[in-house]
């Protein structure tokens, strides 16, 4: 079927586009009866929608706000329809318009993919939904999926859209009815809801077509119908059932809890169908390095604070964890559980800052555009125990750096026809700049930055066209010393932005020409501000030897030429650590670099290694790790570093799931300690394990 093609009030055509109705008067009355005659003949001519489209609805932040009826017994259905007027400000996904349960579970209507979904979870653990076209944004479509026990259907302004098939029932249960999110600050809608309904049986096709202009359908078997002049003061009144009115919420406080212990999340990306079984895997928490910093040590507040990617108990999800290390007391408390990001992806893990007034700020990432990113910023100075949302948003592989004076410099990832390395900046870190795109060569970039007395260096690869992501070559480097308003090469030369060209005058090396990809590790600076990038080369992106030799290598500005130096050696692409420059005469660097339980995959054992020559030799000074179990991985810097925190990573079975605990270490490598997985009091001493 096709909808009817109407005219908008500027003459643009716009395909079944019908807004909400409320309370009309005679005038209003005779053009819904128009439209209503409309809708029984779908060759008839067009017909202005004005009098359906009159009303703003409720509005959704995209964030905090939500409503919910506590009592979902009644919603316990055997069949069931749900509608709703919408009107999205943007196309971010997901977004819920009503649901029930969580992910996957008993029926959510919601955008994703690009489409609008009626999912029916039609026996335990089993689920089906059909698909409608996504709505325009800033414009009203009507929604109505049914579910009659067998079918699932979804409408779109009337008009049957899709179907699946989904034999069963819903599985019993009295989850509260979610309008405009799928729980609190979980896939919030963004823009507006209205006259949202609920039958107990499924609506026939033309029940469904009457409910899009506005007719009263079935009124005996309706069960919840929320009108936008039904909201008072915080209390959306249930128009068919008082008992079931809907609580209106919108709260910036990011209802936040502990966890009772310290447990990473756990992550594969490709299968590789040979002994190693994925690209990489393993104990994630800490992962990647293009997300910096995960640590970050106040003098003020003698903390160390952190971040990691971490796993509800018996369910690999991933959670954004917040908590500190206590200098004074030599213990940790309870982590604090930001959000759920309802994935187990650990390229959405978060990252942390500290502002000039001791706010702990946390980036919660996202792997592309198909989740939002966030800013939650703590209640009080040096605190975790209470975040506010600030804003939502999306970016990938986060890199905030605050500066004295100046505010945030935002280095990230956004993905626009390839990686694309973009910039903002922020004063207060609540309101923002545009996005400034610094580059953009062939398929894009991974890039790894890094602040030094006022300005910020980023290094990067790219991605040639055509090859794929798994290829990833050259070295390119830029700073700015002004806040992101320009930037130039490591010689002082300016750049025009946005970089495109393969050959330009950010180029370090052309590793393209010794047939080699390059993956990026670390930043650092000397004292005299000149940087030194730490990378991987290797021959490919496949693991095990066929790729050997895979060479940590330091690539420094002497301050008139490259020097690039290597000799330390590594059994894994992703093997990954941090550089200490802690004189221009004396570098640390700590890492996975050797082989480990599961030897050719991300990870191994780790090793404190040291060079007074500038990198052109490596003494390792001592092994902080032995006779694991797991693999150890993404040894990481912390901003400030303590001596008694000084590098900070997870491990994990590299080749299969597992369990996967976070550590960290002294600047000598003598001590190492894991946080506790369990922890019994609000407040413990991690566990000495070197």
């Given amino acids: 079927m096709a909808g009817n093609v109407v005219k908008g009030t500027h003459g643009r055509s716009r395909k079944g586009h019908l807004g909400p109705i409320g309370p009309i008067g005679p005038a209003a009355r005779t053009a819904a009866a128009l439209v209503l005659a409309a809708a029984a003949c779908v060759r008839c001519a067009p017909v202005a929608p004005q009098a359906l489209a009159s009303r703003h609805g409720v509005p959704f932040n995209g964030f905090s706000t939500h409503a919910v009826v506590l009592d979902g017994k009644a919603f ?17 996904e997901p977004q819920v318009f009503v649901n029930r349960g969580t992910r996957a579970q008993l029926f959510t209507l919601y955008l994703f993919k690009g489409k609008v979904r009626m999912l029916v979870e039609y026996a335990p653990d089993k689920y089906a939904y059909a698909n409608a076209d996504a709505p325009k944004t800033e414009e009203w479509t009507h929604y109505l999926g049914t ?38 600050w979980a896939s919030t809608l963004d823009g507006w809801l209205d006259d949202v309904r609920t039958w107990r049986r499924a609506l026939a096709a033309d029940e469904a077509r009457r409910v899009a202009f506005g007719g009263e359908v079935a009124p005996a078997d309706l069960v919840g119908r929320w009108r936008k002049d039904t909201l008072r003061q915080g209390e959306w009144r249930n128009m068919a059932d008082e008992s079931l009115s809907a609580e209106y919420l919108d709260d910036s406080k990011r209802p936040v809890r502990k966890d009772d212990g310290y447990r990473g999340i756990w992550y594969y990306n490709q299968p590789s169908n040979d002994e190693y079984v994925y690209k990489y895997s393993g104990g994630l928490g800490t992962y990647c390095a293009k997300h910096r910093p995960f640590a970050i040590y106040s003098k003020e507040a003698n903390k160390t604070f952190f971040c990691y990617g971490g796993t509800p108990k018996g369910k690999n999800e991933l959670l954004h964890m917040v908590s500190y290390y206590d200098h004074a007391t030599g213990m940790v408390p309870r982590p604090t559980i930001l959000l759920n990001k309802h994935t187990d992806d650990a390229h959405d893990n978060p990252v942390i800052s500290l502002d000039a007034n001791g706010y702990v700020w946390v980036f919660s990432s996202s792997h592309g555009t198909s989740r939002p990113s966030s800013l939650s910023r703590s209640t009080k100075p040096y605190s975790v125990e209470e975040f506010e949302h600030v804003l939502t948003t999306n970016f990938s592989y986060t890199q905030p750096w605050w500066l004295p004076g100046r505010g945030f410099l935002f280095i990230h990832t956004r993905y626009q026809g390839g990686r694309c390395n973009y910039q903002m900046t922020s004063p207060d870190g609540r309101e923002w700049s545009e996005g400034k795109l610094l580059a953009k060569i062939d398929e894009g970039h991974y890039q790894v930055s890094e602040p030094w007395n006022g300005k910020v260096g980023t290094a990067f690869n790219y991605h040639p066209q055509g090859t794929g992501l798994n290829w990833r070559t050259n070295l390119y480097y830029m700073e700015t010393d002004d806040f992101g308003e320009t930037w130039h090469n490591a010689q002082g030369k300016a750049l025009t932005l946005p970089l495109t060209e393969v050959e ?8 393209k020409a010794d047939g080699l990809n390059v993956y990026m590790k670390d930043l650092a600076f000397d004292s005299k501000g000149n940087p030194l990038i730490l990378c991987l080369t290797s021959k490919g ?16 500005w002497t301050g008139t030429e490259w020097d690039l130096q290597g000799s330390i050696r590594s059994d894994n692409n992703y093997d990954t650590g941090s550089l200490y420059v802690e004189t221009d005469t004396f570098w640390r660097l700590i890492g996975p670099t050797q082989p480990g339980p599961q ?15 500038l990198g052109h030799t490596w003494k390792m000074v001592r092994q902080l790790t032995h006779d694991s179990a797991f693999n150890h991985t993404y040894v990481r810097r912390p901003v400030n570093a303590h001596p008694d925190f000084y590098a900070f990573w997870a491990d994990g079975h590299a080749r299969k799931p597992s369990e996967s605990r976070l550590y960290f270490c002294d600047k000598t490598g003598e001590h190492v300690w894991r946080l506790p997985p369990v922890m019994e009091e609000e407040f413990a001493s991690p566990e000495l394990v070197r």
Wanted: proline letters at 12%; zero cysteines; glycine letters at 8%.
């Fill in 76 to 92: 316990d259905l055997d069949t069931f329809t749900v509608s709703a007027w919408v009107k999205l400000h943007s196309l971010r």
């Fill in 541 to 556: 992106y496949e693991s095990g030897p066929e790729n050997d030799p895979r060479v940590w290598t330091t690539a420094r």
């Fill in 599 to 613: 030897p050719y995959n991300p990870g191994g054992e780790v090793a404190l290694w040291t060079s007074e020559d």
């Fill in 147 to 184: 579910y009659d026990g067998t079918v699932i259907t979804v409408y779109a302004n009337g008009v049957p859209a899709g179907t699946a098939k989904a034999p069963g029932r819903l599985p019993p249960s009295e989850a509260p009815l979610y309008l405009g999110a799928e729980a609190p």
């Fill in 504 to 511: 330009n005058p950010a180029l370090v090396h052309d590793y």
